[in-house]
């Protein structure tokens, strides 16, 4: 079982609001499933990772411009934008 | 000649196509027509550009008639998983979250189909972005089992899979992170098809978890999957995962009768259904009677493969889904204060029970104090199941077990219970673990649900996969089961 299992801390680190009702539901739920994952820490396990790609890995391209979407159709996509670009809300205090 | 065109296999419209006089607008019109008496039972499409589609439909007439026809898929509607980008059309994730989005590029997937000719024909249902195993948990609509309305059609690419066992359209795409494609596809009594890591590119498909998505071909035949697979296949550097191109020939298929094929020993015990066993043994007995060898492997780490892949994955969709934030593009809560609280604010509406579900459990997994003991030893345990998969694979051509342990289930039975719902997955996440490529193929019933069969084989080796499952459907002739409707 996962010990301290903190489901406030979790809820802030991912950027989440929950509901008194789903605290208990998801602390409950997360609980469950964890308790299935105790078969990997029984587990005998390599000590080292080896996720190599089955085929020769040639990864890297050469670094040129390619085609971009531009602005106007950046900011139609946003939730909301001014002036051709994307606003949010107010990041510095005005005494920062 | 006389047979409805939505009962026809996707290599049958275009050999019919090409001969003529039949056009692509009228069978788009035909399918539109389909569309309007089954899709609101069945609830496969979330969308569907009628104007759109017979717009690309008479642009293929017009280059078929001038001889500039692009091949076999010339003219054939394909419809798309809402996880993957078409220019122009809305790109929901089946989530609120994207519920407004329109994408503005087309995925890699896309451009090849257009460069193929085929009509990229309406949105198809999923589990929200891809997390679930039976279509229950899209923001949007239910879909359901075309062999019985009352149960789930798998997911998460349901809609894939019931619009094709529907005879909604000739083919589909699909994406797989645990079993995405072939689930569902047993579940409808269709074929689907999972690549091996890095065939097909990823550029437009909606990340979930990156070491183990792929976008794979979906259909009611092997010979239509087949068509499909080699029209999406190809390098794209937009993609670092895709194969480049002196990387990605196919291990030539070989004689079918010939393969040795492996059952991996435990594999038909617990858990899984009588009539499933019945049948997915009866598929064994077909193979030993064409004269392939049949062997009995080990897999002794099998038993890891769902909560490693619970681990990995959502410790990715913890940092994927990362991006939506309220700022850029998707939903923005209009009570948004500080840009912490729109950001919070904006997630906590626009994400559905499962994916917050997932998201926090990816956050744990990676969280200091926690990610050696759940996040590190998944990766190791990752390893050795790959390196187990790799060995077995070495000395026989495939691997075949039941696609899922049970059939198609009832619509809300495993809706409160997320662990048994993972546990669907059982031996179809093996192969995503490992990167190797596996199809799922249907040979029987248990009732009236359709039961599917499960290959997975060495990297690279679609086509032995293919050439197994031609020579099952050539004796069992599935291709041209369709639910009655």
């Known amino acids: 079982m996962a010990e301290g299992f903190d489901i406030d801390h979790l809820a802030k680190l991912a950027r989440l609001n929950l509901t008194a009702e789903e605290k208990v539901l998801y602390s409950s739920q997360l609980n469950q499933i964890l308790g299935h994952f105790q078969a990997l820490a029984k587990a005998d396990l390599p000590a080292t990772i080896d996720l190599a790609r089955v085929v020769s890995e ?7 411009p390619g085609p971009v979407l531009g602005a106007e159709t950046v900011t139609r996509l946003a939730p909301a934008s001014r002036d051709g670009q994307i606003s949010v809300p107010r990041v510095v205090d005005d005494e920062a | 000649m006389d047979e409805p065109l939505h009962t026809l296999s996707a290599a049958e419209l275009g050999r ?3 001969a003529g006089p039949l056009t692509s607008r009228a069978l788009c019109e035909a399918l539109i ?9 069945v609830g496969a499409f979330t969308h569907l550009d009628e104007g759109d589609v017979l717009a690309q439909a008479d642009a293929s007439d017009v280059r078929r008639k001038a001889g500039q026809g692009r091949g076999p898929l010339e003219g054939v509607p394909v419809a798309i998983k809402d996880n993957i980008a078409v220019k122009g059309q809305p790109l929901t994730c089946s989530s609120q979250m994207l519920a407004s989005l329109v994408s503005p590029y087309d995925a890699h997937v896309s451009d090849r189909l257009r460069a193929a000719g085929a009509i990229l024909y309406g949105r198809l249902n999923m589990d929200e972005f891809a997390m679930g195993s039976s279509t229950e948990n899209s923001a949007i609509q239910k879909t359901f089992n075309p062999w019985d309305l009352a149960c789930i059609p798998g997911g998460s690419s349901g809609g894939s899979a019931a619009a094709l066992a529907a005879g909604l359209v000739p083919l589909a795409l699909g994406s797989d992170t645990g079993g995405s494609i072939r689930q569902p596809a047993s579940h409808c009594g269709v074929v689907g098809l999972k690549p091996t890591y890095g065939l097909i590119s990823r550029f437009g498909l909606v990340a979930f978890a990156s070491s183990l998505d792929q976008i794979g071909p979906m259909a009611r035949s092997v010979e239509d999957c087949e068509l499909l697979l080699c029209a999406l296949a190809s390098a794209d550097a937009r993609d670092m995962t895709c194969f480049a191109a002196a990387d990605r020939a ?14 991996p020993k435990g594999f038909l015990g617990k858990g899984v259904g009588v009539e499933v066993a019945a049948a997915v043994t009866a598929a064994i007995e077909f193979y030993r009677s064409q004269g392939c060898a049949i062997s009995e492997v080990e897999l002794p780490s099998a ?6 892949y619970y681990v990995v994955a959502t410790a990715e969709a913890s940092s994927n889904l990362g991006r939506y934030d309220g700022v850029r593009y998707g939903h923005r809560s209009a009570t948004a204060g500080t840009p912490v609280e729109m950001m919070t604010t904006s997630r906590s509406e626009g994400f559905g029970a499962e994916v917050k579900r997932r998201i926090l459990l990816g956050t744990f997994v990676l969280s200091a104090g926690y990610a050696d003991a759940y996040y590190m030893r998944a990766l190791r345990a990752r390893s050795k199941i790959r390196a187990e998969y790799l060995a077995a694979l070495a000395t026989v051509d495939v691997l075949l077990t039941p696609t899922v342990p049970t059939p198609a289930f009832k619509v809300g039975e495993k809706a409160a219970d997320p662990l048994q719902l993972y546990l ?5 996440i093996p192969a995503n673990l490992a990167g190797l490529p596996a199809i799922s193929l249907p040979c029987g019933k248990s009732g009236h649900l359709p039961v599917g069969f499960h290959l997975v084989g060495a990297p690279l080796s679609e086509a032995k996969l293919l050439a197994a499952g031609r020579l099952f459907e050539a004796a069992h002739g599935f291709a041209h089961q369709q639910a009655a409707l």
Request: aromatic share 4%; proline share 5%; net charge positive.
């Open chain 1, 58 to 64: 040639s990864a890297l391209r050469s670094d040129e």
């Open chain 2, 424 to 428: 669907e997955d059982i031996f179809t």
């Open chain 2, 33 to 41: 027509v389909r569309y309007h008496a089954v899709n609101k039972k």
């Open chain 2, 250 to 263: 196919l291990t030539p298929a070989g004689d079918a009768k010939k393969l040795r094929i492996g059952i």
């Open chain 2, 303 to 308: 038993d890891l493969a769902v909560p490693t």
């Open chain 2, 16 to 18: 019919r196509l090409a």
